[in-house]
C-alpha cells in the first residue's frame, strides 16, 4: 500500500496569495483527518470527514481555512488568503472503517511557509 | 474532553541504558491509548496502541509501554536504548470518537 500521500511536500508563498493542499487516503480509509503541527501549539486537529462528510471542524481556525472530499480518494485543505502564521506542517491522515481505537495513519506532511 | 500530558520536553540517555518516555491521560470512559514517533522532516508513525486487555503493550521497534489505570498514565519504555531512536514521541488518546488527542511531544536523544 502506498499510505497517505500529501502534496506539495514544501510550499513557499507569499502573504495573501491561496494555498491549496492536498491529500490522498489510504484506499478503502474512510476517515480522513486534517491536523497541523507548530513549535508553539503542537499537534492539533483541524477537521476529520467520515465517507466525505465533514463531522468536527471546531479545530478550524478560521473562516480563510476550508476542506473538502469531493470523492473518497481525494481531499484538500485551502487557506485562502494566507498570512505568515499560517506557517507550519500540514499532515493528513486516515483510519480504516473499524470501532473507535483503531490506527491513524499519517501522510509525510506539507511543509509551509508564508512569507 | 480528552487529553494527554507529556510532562517532558526532552530525554537524554545514554546508548544501551533503558529509557522512559512519560505519558498521563485524562478521559471519561475507557480510553484508547497511543504512542507514535516523527523523524526528522517526517510523518507520524504508529509505534502501539492500548485498547483493552494486558497493561503492557509490545510494539515496534522494541518498544513497549504499560498502561497504569491507577495513575492514570502510559509510559514508553524500551530496555536499550539505540542511537537511531532519536526522535520525537507523541502520546495520544481518542475514546468514543475516532480523532486523537496528541500530547506535545517528548524529544529523545540517545548519545552513544
Not at chain 1, 12 to 24: I, P
Not at chain 1, 26 to 55: A, C, K
Amino acid at each position: 500500500d502506498a499510505g497517505v500521500i500529501q502534496s506539495p511536500r514544501h510550499e513557499v508563498t507569499e502573504m495573501g496569495q491561496e494555498v491549496t493542499l492536498r491529500c490522498k487516503p489510504i484506499s478503502g480509509h474512510d476517515y480522513l483527518f486534517w491536523y497541523r503541527q507548530t513549535m508553539m501549539r503542537g499537534l492539533e486537529l483541524l477537521i476529520y470527514f467520515n465517507n466525505n462528510v465533514p463531522i468536527d471542524d471546531s479545530g478550524m481556525p478560521e473562516d480563510r481555512f476550508s476542506a473538502k472530499m469531493p470523492n473518497a480518494s481525494f481531499s484538500t485543505l485551502k487557506i485562502q488568503p494566507s498570512e505568515p502564521r499560517d506557517s507550519a506542517v500540514y499532515f493528513c491522515a486516515s483510519n480504516l472503517p473499524a470501532p473507535p481505537g483503531n490506527t491513524i495513519y499519517f501522510g509525510e506532511g506539507s511543509w509551509l511557509t508564508v512569507v | 474532553a480528552q487529553s494527554v500530558a507529556q510532562p517532558e520536553d526532552q530525554v537524554n540517555v545514554a546508548e544501551g541504558n533503558p529509557l522512559t518516555v512519560k505519558c498521563t491521560y485524562s478521559v471519561s470512559g475507557n480510553p484508547y491509548l497511543f504512542w507514535y514517533v516523527q523523524y526528522p522532516n517526517r510523518g507520524l508513525q504508529f509505534l502501539l496502541k492500548y485498547i483493552t486487555g494486558d497493561n503492557l503493550v509490545k510494539g515496534s521497534y522494541g518498544f513497549e509501554a504499560e498502561f497504569n489505570k491507577s495513575q492514570t498514565s502510559f509510559h514508553l519504555k524500551k530496555p536499550s536504548a539505540l542511537v537511531s531512536d532519536s526522535a520525537l514521541y507523541f502520546c495520544a488518546v481518542g475514546n468514543s470518537g475516532y480523532a486523537l488527542n496528541f500530547g506535545k511531544g517528548t524529544s529523545l536523544l540517545v548519545t552513544p
